[in-house]
Every structure is written in C-alpha cells, then in structure tokens.
C-alpha cells in the first residue's frame, strides 16, 4: 500500500469468491474497485465468469485534483499510510496505466455506467441507487 501497488489477482479473487460463498447476499453482489487491470479480469474471467453475471460497471470520474484534495483530507484521520502527496500520485499513475483500459473495455461491452462524482455524497448516492434499482440488483424496497 505505501508504494501505491495493487496485491495478485490471484489473491483478490481468491478472497472475493471467499466472501461470495461465505455469505448469503441473495445473488447480488457490489464489488468496488474490481477488475482494476487487465490480469485482473482474466483471473476474474477463469475463475468467476462462469458463475456470475455482469450487469454493470461503474465509473465514477473525478478530476485529480479532487481526488488528491479528498485523499489528503482523509489522511488526516484515517491512519492509512497512502493518503499522502507520494503514494496518491503512484496510486493516480496505476489507476491511468492499468484501469483506463479496463474502463474502456466495458465501456465497448455497453455496460459502463459513468457518474460525476465531482458532486456531494448524497446526490451521487441518489444516481447510482436510480441505476441499481433499473437494473433491479440494488430494489429500493429491498
């Protein structure tokens, strides 16, 4: 985490598929952060694709220097060792050379859902509840 690397695909499906099948979350699951790169979705794609089923992938685009200003606040409380100028900007390099494909690639798929999360919480909340609830995985009565 202190040199803004990301951990094996391997071992992040490994763990997600884990969680899956340790819990009952009646067949919809929200993964955040996930697929980040190429490997990642072929990990994903041997061990997982057979099983469960894609409805959406969402983006929220941010500018840098929003995220550089949230991460730095966060860092004030959070006692993460990369909320800080060093690790945000290698996190911010991996996240263009290694997840931009991937966000183009569902993006083709047609299932890339991209919300403005330069806003509020609460409004962004709202938009992706809407989304979730069109695609009856996240039913507001549920």
Excluded at 18 to 35: M, T
Excluded at 39 to 53: R, S
Excluded at 113 to 139: C, M, Q, W, Y
């Amino acid at each position: 985490m202190k040199e803004g690397k990301l951990i094996s695909s391997e071992l992040m499906v490994k763990l997600i598929r884990e969680k899956i099948e340790s819990r009952n979350f009646g067949g919809r699951y929200l993964l955040d952060g996930f697929p980040r790169g190429q490997e990642n979705m072929d990990v994903w794609e041997k061990e997982m694709a057979k099983w469960v089923n894609l409805k959406s992938a969402i983006y929220f685009e941010c500018t840098e220097e929003e995220l550089k200003k949230r991460l730095l606040e966060r860092g004030k409380t959070s006692g993460r060792a990369d909320d800080n100028e060093e690790s945000i900007a290698k996190r911010l390099k991996v996240f263009n050379d290694q997840t931009k494909p991937v966000i183009d690639f569902y993006e083709k798929q047609h299932k890339l859902h991209r919300f403005n999360a330069n806003r509020d919480v609460a409004s962004i909340t709202a938009d992706v509840e809407k989304h979730l609830d069109g695609l009856g995985i996240f039913p507001a009565n549920s």
